[in-house]
């Protein structure tokens, strides 16, 4: 089992470009999350979908969206990066809710010039 | 009340010894609290977890130690190893409906 598979590893934007990281998990978890995270904050909650076909705004929503595919798949867009979104980029899923583990991907490391 | 303070930001420890980490938080609600072990490069990985119910909760070399009246929890890392050099995260979150609340991290050293 895969786990939980992000892409891209890798990317730099420019101001104002968009982009798509993909996410998809292998373990026929209902719930799915995108977090950032910076040095010294932690990790946020940028979008989560409890489960497919409901997604709901977490702590820092601003300037992303988020498409559920499908049970295995939860993209996140940023329309128009801005250098504020520079940032590591994590998505993760589990079984169901905040109080169940959660299995992370190894990130997408995002810079924007 | 939101918040969960982690300190310290950074720890030092000689091989063999005790790491001790510690959270503090206000939301009086939260009733549940992990802790994440994050190696560079990587996710986060649950290390584990405890609930209010009890006040100790030891898997192998980790302990989590829990102060309800005091409203802090900490992580214990006994015979600390280097292969334990890594970023711990707590976490707070008062049911599965509400979303986890982060410290800001530890990077722990283990040295030879």
């Known amino acids: 089992n895969a786990g939980v598979t992000q892409t891209p590893k890798f990317q730099v934007l420019k101001t104002g470009q968009s982009m798509t990281l993909q996410c998809a998990q292998d373990?026929?978890?209902?719930?799915m999350y995108w977090y950032r995270q910076d040095p010294g904050m932690g990790l946020r909650l940028i979008y989560y979908s409890a489960s497919e076909g409901t997604t709901d705004k977490g702590e820092v929503p601003n300037g992303y969206n988020v498409s559920r595919l499908n049970k295995r798949e939860f993209s996140l867009r940023l329309e128009s990066a801005a250098p504020s979104q520079t940032s590591v980029y994590f998505c993760?899923?589990?079984?169901?809710?905040?109080?169940?583990?959660?299995?992370f991907g190894n990130g997408t490391r995002l810079t924007v010039t | 009340q939101q918040q969960v303070k982690q300190s310290p930001q950074s720890l030092i420890v000689q091989k063999g010894g005790i790491s001790i980490i510690n959270c503090a938080y206000e939301?009086?609600?939260?009733?549940?609290f992990p802790w994440y072990q994050q190696f560079p490069g990587k996710g986060p990985a649950l290390l584990i977890a405890i609930r209010p119910d009890v006040s100790e909760k030891k898997e192998g070399r980790f302990t989590i130690s829990f102060n309800k009246s005091a409203k802090q929890f900490s992580l214990h890392i006994m015979d600390s190893q280097p292969g334990d050099s890594a970023t711990y995260f707590c976490?707070?979150?008062?049911?599965?409906?509400?979303?986890?609340?982060w410290g800001a991290g530890t990077k722990l050293i283990i040295k030879p």
């Open positions: 976490a707070a979150s008062r049911d599965s409906n509400y979303q986890l609340i």
């Open positions: 939301n009086t609600a939260f009733d549940y």
């Open positions: 993760a899923s589990n079984d169901r809710g905040f109080t169940s583990p959660l299995h």
């Open positions: 373990m026929n978890h209902n719930s």
